[in-house]
């Protein structure tokens, strides 16, 4: 169980290589192109997550600098590392058995998904499993509770966005399993209903000599770059000791650009080969089914609402950020949502775009972004004693959301 857990379920690569290779192999595919495809799935993976690590190891030092210029304390990582310690085999359990359920919903109800974010496989259950423990659940029960939550997001959210995703992309071969699932769904509502899909963010008339904004890559790198700096001058210790506010933009700014180009490379190696070879699993194990990916698979069809999204994003939340931290709203203090404004939000902004263009990605993010702000710090303040500097990091969306409902059900049930 422990090897199966650490070494396929949480290893993205390896778990899309394995379902390439067993796609292939059930539409009988020769073995040279067998081991062609589940290889390149293993490869665009790779890439993929070596260009989200690249923009998020960007991000991450503004959420550090801000939170240490506030005298709040920093978290550690990706997850809280004391959880993670007491309730790490609970996690994987209620992931593993969660997993089954999800599969079983799949082959015998109309809901076709497959769930194929591989981290995601493991914090939705680390954050259902938390939110277990802030209910009072213990043992057996706090499993089962884990993982029928973690079953029911990766069965139904992708399912329930379906429509929104094949308006944006005008693709319904796949699906979006990713935390955005809440925030691109009120984007797309309200941008359907103000929005004016004749005029679109990829049809923005660019003068000539700025014709280079056009290039997600280098509008990215910029964006960055302007935000480093605005964010050391207000929080100076975002530039290591004896090193220079300008240059540490600049670098920042080129890498979260080339992470951009790197991570949309492995996009299009992923799709390539996945889709083709998911489809001999759809056909034989369940008929039907489409598989659903990370986030990133949307913003190679629509680049420029990402950028108009997440711009959209941090000025809205942050405006919004600061607010609530001096009225004290929430009785926690907010750091800006730099990473779910760009992933989450890029989405949402996408969706919104499918639905009313240029209008629709905008006003569509900008009330997401409300949204976000509230889910942030209500989440924030419910996790109080597991996993609050993590969800202050990554939440405000599907993760703040479920995690949410699943206090207030798993309430019901404390002391079990």
């Not at 939705?124 to 499993?143: N, Q, R, S």
């Not at 369940?286 to 420029?304: M, Q, S």
């Not at 926690?332 to 919104?352: H, Q």
């Amino acid at each position: 169980m422990d090897f199966i857990t650490e070494n396929i379920l949480k290893n993205p690569p390896i778990l899309l290589g394995l379902i390439a290779m067993i796609g292939l192999l059930l539409q009988r595919k020769p073995f040279s192109e067998t081991i062609k495809g589940s290889l390149t799935a293993a490869f665009g993976m790779v890439i993929l997550t070596a260009g989200v690590n690249m923009m998020t190891g960007t991000i991450a030092p503004i959420n550090t600098a801000v939170q240490t210029q506030l005298g709040l304390s920093v978290s550690k990582g990706l997850s809280d590392v004391t959880f993670t310690a007491n309730y790490g085999g609970s996690v994987g359990l209620a992931m593993f058995f969660g997993l089954i359920l999800h599969l079983l919903i799949a082959r015998f109800t109309p809901v076709k998904t497959i769930f194929l974010t591989g981290h995601m496989l493991w914090w939705f259950p680390f954050v259902f499993i938390a939110a277990g423990v802030e209910a009072g659940l213990k043992g057996t029960v706090l499993i089962a509770f884990g993982a029928v939550f973690s079953a029911c997001y990766w069965s139904f959210m992708p399912w329930i966005m379906r429509k929104y995703v094949w308006d944006a992309t005008g693709d319904d071969s796949f699906l979006i399993g990713h935390p955005t699932g809440i925030l691109s769904l009120l984007s797309g509502f309200i941008a359907k209903r103000v929005g004016n899909k004749k005029k679109s963010t990829e049809d923005i008339n660019v003068p000539k000599n700025l014709s280079f904004f056009r290039e997600i890559s280098i509008t990215g790198a910029l964006v960055m770059f302007l935000m480093n700096i605005v964010v050391g001058i207000i929080a100076p210790v975002l530039v290591p000791k004896g090193g220079n506010l300008f240059m540490f933009s600049v670098n920042a700014g080129l890498n979260f650009g080339a992470g951009l180009l790197i991570m949309l490379y492995g996009v299009r190696l992923l799709i390539n080969q996945i889709i083709p070879a998911f489809q001999g699993i759809a056909e034989k194990v369940v008929p039907g089914a489409k598989p659903a990916f990370d986030i990133p698979i949307l913003f190679n069809y629509k680049p420029n609402a990402v950028i108009i999204g997440f711009i959209v994003a941090m000025i809205t939340s942050t405006v919004l950020i600061v607010i609530s931290n001096t009225f004290n709203i929430f009785g926690v203090m907010i750091v800006p949502l730099v990473i779910t404004s760009f992933f989450e939000c890029g989405g949402a902004a996408v969706i919104g775009e499918g639905q009313g263009g240029l209008r629709g990605a905008i006003i569509g993010t900008a009330t997401a972004s409300i949204l976000m702000v509230a889910l942030v710090g209500i989440s924030a303040a419910i996790f109080h004693t597991t996993i609050q500097n993590w969800i202050l990091i990554f939440g405000g969306n599907d993760l703040s959301l479920w995690g949410i409902i699943a206090k207030l059900f798993g309430s019901l049930f404390g002391g079990i």
